[in-house]
Structures are given as structure tokens and as C-alpha cells.
């Protein structure tokens, strides 16, 4: 069975269709765009010889038929991380069954291996973090000593992002605690060091901040895909309600403990 | 070329490294094959010097969105087939200095401030950039390819 077939009897039909259910499954998990799913999913199905396949894909959802709705298929895919490393490894990996390199079993493996890619290691996801805040302050326009306050806040909001998954907390509390705690890092930080906290709050918050998700979502609309594109566009403003609570909320104490200190 | 002092110059490069260098950041937290990792800085640096350069020649952030994106979504077609990767990869994370990640805080936060004419504009601002983005990107990735070994 590991050859290809022109016309793939039922059996191979069934695992042809898993094959191209949990590809799609991990590009849309990853990070890829909803028409590049389709995409993908559509010449790999081609390239099987898999006869009368139809996806229609959401955000969150996959929905696929194949030979005159002999086989269909249901994937609830309400987890998106983005690891981009696997998209390009999927990537890869239709590229070679276009080019009709693989057998199915050869594809199955490289699939299962595409999926199990870690992530990086904790400390090179803290320096990131760490990284990424204070270059982000200083491009906001903060002075030196704002991107060093980012950087410290970084460093802290990504351990304790790294924390929140090991506990597996809730994605909302995740994101108002981060934000709360991002701030009340930086605001003593950057009033120690004398500088305006702002900068470093929004270079340091651009870790949490949903302007991939919303540029994303208005692409979906650019292409067509409405409901997918609501769905981002939704999520994004959840986020940013999130984010803007936790801010918010240790502002408002800092106003009013300091405003009582004055006077 | 008067506006291009050396004093100018060298904030655009620190600008172009310091982009590059939060795009790296970025991209290693999205976990970005590491053979890719440095042209996703690159797009990152490129995308945010060409704005820049536009905000410095006195574009407002819209139109100076709309003239990085396009430069920045071209050098990620070409690198998609230099380097045998999908064209996401460059993209999610290059464009990420040029995101409104800033102007949807703000427009969450004055809301929740019940600040209301300083949400609608941070609001407006927000969404004219993003759609600016999105249409930028969907007109260059609307370029057909020329066919050439098919």
C-alpha cells in the first residue's frame, strides 16, 4: 500500500483523508492563513488521485468531503498557538507530495515529526521576551532607561506567561494578570530611573497585543473569508479589552495611592 | 536632501537595527525555522526604516504604512522562493513593527476610561491602518507569479 495509487480503493481513501484532515489540522493550530489551508489541503488531496474533495475552513473549524460525500470529516480546532516553525515544515512537506516524491506512508511520518517540533527552550523564550520589550520601548520612541524598565518587565512577563502554562490557566486571566503585572513593573521601574513609564508599558505589552490577529482578520475580509475574519476580529478586541483592564486597573490604584501620598 | 543629516541617518539605522532586532525577538517566540530567522529580521528592519523614512518626509502614519507594507510584502515574495518557505513565515513576523498592537491598547484603554473621543480616534486611526496593511499585502501577493517550470 505504500504506492501511489490512480484510484486509491477504500480503505487507502479513508487514511488519505486523515492524512490531509490532521495536515490541515496543523497548519490551521500554527498560524497559517485560512486560504493557504485550503490551499494546501486541496493539492495534497489532488496529488493522492483523493477524487471530489471539498473543505470549507473557519478560524477554528475544518470541514471537509470526498468522493460524492462517501467520506467527510469534522475537525473543532479551538486551540491557536503560532509556531511557525510547523507551518514551514508542512510547507515543506505538500511541496514534496506535489512534486510527487512521496508515498503515503513516507508522508504520514513527516507529518507526525512536522507536529512534534518543540518549541524553543524556556530561557531562549525569556531572553526573547526580554529582547523584544526593550527593543519595542525604544522604538515607541522611550529614552534608554524606559527600555531598560521594558526589558526587566519582559523578562518578567514572559516567566510568568511561561508559568501560566505549566498551571494552564485560563487565556483571559492569563492576559489581565500579564498586563497588570507588566505594569506594575514598569511604573516604579521607570519612576526610580526618572523617565515617562509609557514607552516601556507599550513596548513590553506588544508581547500580548492582538496586532497580528487584527491585521490578520482584516485580511480574511480582503479574501473573502468573512465569518473567519469576524471571528479574528473578535478575538483580537477580547484581547485587547484584557490587556486594557489590567492596565487600567493598576493605573487607577497608582493615581490614587500617589494622589493620597500628595496630599 | 537636506533632511538627511548624519544625526538623521544614524537614528534611521538605529531604528533599522532596533526593528530588526524586536522582529528577531518576535520571531524566535514564534518559533521560526533558525535557517530563517535572520530574513525575518530583515524584513522587520526593512518594513519599519521605509517607515520611517515616510514619517520623515512627512507622510502621516497611514500613507507611511501603506508605503513600507508594500516594499516589505515584495522582499517577502522574493524570499518565500529564494528560500523555499511559505510566504507566512516572513510575513507574520516581519510586519510586526508596523502592527497597531499600540493603537488597539490605547483605543481598549480610553474606552474602559470611558474616554470616548479619544477611544473613537485611536479607534479610527487603528482600523485605517490596519485595512492599509491588509490592503498592501493583498496587492502585492495579488501579483501572479510568472510561470516558468511548470
Known sequence: MSERVLYPDEEQRRRIMDFIMAAGQTLLENGAEVFRVEQTME??????????????????????????????????????TTHLGRVAAVNELSRQIAAGGLTLDEAEAQLARAQRIPFPNDWVQLVAGLSGAFCFAMIFGGTLRAGLAAAVAGLAASSYL?????????????????????????????????TEASHAIIGTLMILTPGI?????????????????????????????CIAIGTGFVLWCYSLLTGVNIA | MSLLTNAVLGTLVAQFFLAAAGTLSFAILFACPRRLL??????????????????LLGADSTTASLLAVIPLTLLTRVLAILLKAPVTVFLLTGIFPLVPGAGIYYTAYYFIQSN??????????????????????????????PHRRR
Open chain 1, 162 to 194: 511561561l508559568l501560566c502554562e505549566r498551571l494552564h490557566l485560563p487565556g483571559g486571566f492569563r492576559k489581565i494578570t500579564t498586563a497588570s503585572l507588566i505594569t506594575l513593573v514598569c511604573l516604579p521601574l521607570c519612576h526610580l530611573l526618572g
Open chain 1, 213 to 241: 490577529a487584527f491585521t490578520m482578520g482584516i485580511r480574511d475580509f480582503v479574501q473573502g473569508d468573512y465569518l473567519s475574519g469576524t471571528i479574528r476580529m473578535i478575538d483580537a478586541l477580547l484581547v485587547a479589552a
Open chain 2, 38 to 55: 535572520p530574513y525575518c529580521a530583515l524584513v522587520g528592519g526593512v518594513g519599519w526604516l521605509v517607515y520611517e523614512l515616510a514619517v
Open chain 1, 43 to 80: 493539492i495534497m488531496a489532488r496529488s493522492f488521485h483523493l477524487r471530489e474533495f471539498h473543505v470549507y475552513i473557519l478560524t477554528n473549524g475544518i470541514f471537509a468531503s470526498a468522493g460524492t460525500a462517501e467520506i467527510s470529516e469534522v475537525r473543532n480546532v479551538p486551540v491557536r
Open chain 2, 116 to 145: 470616548n473621543a479619544l477611544a473613537l480616534s485611536n479607534g479610527i486611526s487603528t482600523f485605517k491602518i490596519a485595512v492599509v496593511l491588509a490592503t498592501g499585502i493583498a496587492l502585492v501577493l495579488g501579483i501572479p507569479l
